[in-house]
């Protein structure tokens, strides 16, 4: 069982950056890929990016294509969410992901999910 536990929100200015980190436990981590998914009120949950087993493939919605960067250190069973230019429509509660499998992640049938963290731009 994976325990999966997100940090680093909070409220900046739109234009502003922030970073998002997801400590995970519980399992051999490098076996897993991880994902970053949102959900702002009244809306659905929202893919927002991947990243493979070894962190060599990174994949990310057209949303955010360009401003947020996904990165993952395995010796610290961490995955990251860099998140720059930052606009109001960023605001959401920001969740981490894993599965064996990126594609699965991606199509939202991961196995694991933490709590949220919330992040809140303002304009």
């Known amino acids: 069982q994976v325990q999966l536990v997100e940090s680093g929100g909070g409220l900046v200015q739109a234009g502003g950056s922030l970073g998002l980190s997801c400590a995970a436990s519980?399992?051999?981590?490098?076996?897993?890929?991880m994902g970053w998914f949102r959900q702002a009120p009244g809306k659905e949950r929202e893919y927002v990016a991947a990243?493979?087993?070894?962190?060599?493939?990174?994949y990310y919605a057209d949303s955010v294509k360009g401003r947020f960067t996904i990165s993952r250190d395995n010796a610290k069973n961490t995955v990251y969410l860099q998140m720059n230019s930052l606009k109001p429509e960023d605001t959401a509660v920001y969740y981490c992901?894993?599965?064996?499998?990126?594609?699965?992640?991606?199509?939202?049938?991961?196995?694991?999910w933490g709590q949220g963290t919330q992040v809140t731009v303002s304009s």
């Open positions: 992901a894993a599965d064996m499998s990126v594609a699965r992640i991606m199509r939202y049938e991961y196995d694991y």
């Open positions: 990243i493979s087993r070894s962190g060599s493939n990174t």
């Open positions: 519980g399992g051999t981590f490098s076996r897993y890929a």
